[in-house]
């Protein structure tokens, strides 16, 4: 049996190859071994395999043990050297004759979007990043460095901006109440959320929805428009490969593949395809 699995700092999607060849879903919490200590990460991958020892048999009338699986391919946010070490310890722990390949997010999202194809990668979530992809491996990164020195076009950048716009009324009188109002906060409210408590970024990438509401605003549009060309300028410009589509995961690239189109088009790039979610892609990739 073979499990592939999806990790996001929000979100882990797990997939359970069935003896029929179909996958069995399952969704956790998201786990980064950057972020998370041990013992987060552990807990995590424990409530998996239980929860996949629950609901087998009840969903598929099928004997099931964690020790099951012989295959995991985990691609997760922060699964690098020394840190995927981590995730691999506590796979092994709950699925024990398992052999456990544990990759970045960002090599999943290439082979979700270019398959065995060369071709360039992005990811648009809560963060972001991309890469040069062979066919097989990511063969060049430009460093995402994170929502305070990067992450241009993430959800977690775009909710900073855009509520600095807001509290500094940049943007015109009836936006900046209607986003207060919408969300319910106050200026101390939102200080209070990215200054004193913890995972700030997730809080900003919360914003999205309502600035996706807005997006077709006079002065939304270009605030986005210019936010998305500065991703592919500090970003995608720099692999020098204009032949190559650009491709896209992520809710944030979904919710605005307009004008991330038109963005990509001003940069003189080749627009390819967007994928909400990486997992089923991932999933033929190892299973199709």
């Known amino acids: 049996m073979k499990l592939i699995v999806d990790s996001g700092s929000t979100k882990t999607s797990w997939r359970l190859q069935l003896e029929s060849g179909a996958p069995f879903p399952i969704e956790t919490i998201g786990v980064n071994p950057v972020r998370d200590d041990a013992e987060a990460v552990h807990q995590v991958i424990i409530t998996a395999a239980r929860s996949f020892e629950r609901e087998m048999p009840l969903m598929q009338h099928e004997d099931f043990t964690a020790s099951s699986v012989t295959e995991i391919y985990f691609y997760g946010a922060g699964c690098v050297p020394p840190y995927a070490d981590v995730v691999r310890h506590s796979l092994s722990e709950a699925f024990p004759m398992a052999k456990s390949f544990v990759e970045s997010d960002m090599l999943g999202a290439a082979r979700a979007l ?20 062979d066919g097989e491996r990511i063969v060049k990164n430009v460093s995402p460095l994170g929502w305070i020195l990067g992450d241009e076009g993430s959800g977690a950048v775009l909710g ?66 210019r936010e998305f060309r500065r991703f592919f300028k500090r970003n995608v410009q720099a692999y020098d490969r204009p032949d190559l589509p650009v491709n896209f995961v992520g809710g944030v690239a979904a919710a605005f593949e307009g004008i991330l189109r038109e963005a990509a088009e001003k940069e003189k790039l080749t627009f390819g395809i967007i994928e909400k979610s990486p997992i089923d892609k991932i999933y033929q990739y190892h299973c199709g």
């Open 160 to 225: 900073r901006l855009f509520v600095g716009e807001v509290l500094k009324r940049q943007f015109h009188k009836s936006l900046c109440t209607s986003f207060l109002k919408y969300h319910n906060l106050t200026q101390a409210d939102i200080i209070d959320r990215v200054y004193r408590q913890p995972q700030p970024n997730r809080f900003l990438a919360s914003l999205v929805p309502y600035i996706s509401r807005v997006q077709d605003d006079r002065e939304v549009r270009p605030f986005l428009l």
């Open 114 to 133: 270019c398959g065995h194809s060369e071709g360039i990668a992005c990811i648009m979530g809560t963060g972001s990043n991309s890469c040069l992809y």
